[in-house]
């Protein structure tokens, strides 16, 4: 059963720094394109990040310079990089595996991670 795992969220201080976690399984993540989106309190889910198996990264506005998305397919896992962290920041952040093949599309989503501001 296709799975995404997050983890590495928690509490962070204005200009900290974090790294997410997204562990697939049951899936061929080498297929996927991987991305993170987040969602705040009160906002829709936004996209924060793409990366496809081979080829360039791309980034929201709000965090390009500060986040940095890589993936690892031999241990099927995708990282978020989170530098110089504000409040705005503040969400939970989902992992999400999609793909389209032979005109279908398959979307899997993780279950998400905090991450918060601590005053």
């Known amino acids: 059963q296709a799975q995404l795992v997050e983890s590495g969220g928690g509490l962070v201080q204005p200009g900290g720094s974090l790294r997410l976690s997204c562990a697939a399984s049951g899936i061929i993540f080498s297929t996927y394109i991987m991305a993170w989106y987040r969602q705040a309190p009160g906002s829709l889910r936004e996209l924060v990040a793409t990366?496809?198996?081979?080829?360039?990264?791309n980034y929201a506005d709000s965090v390009k310079g500060r986040f940095t998305i890589s993936r690892d397919n031999a241990k099927n896992t995708v990282y978020l990089q989170m530098n110089s962290l504000k409040p705005e920041d503040t969400a939970v952040y989902y992992c999400?595996?999609?793909?389209?093949?032979?005109?279908?599309?398959?979307?899997?989503w993780g279950q998400g991670t905090q991450v918060t501001f601590s005053s």
């Open positions: 990366i496809p198996s081979g080829g360039n990264s």
């Open positions: 999400n595996a999609g793909r389209t093949r032979f005109g279908v599309t398959s979307q899997i």
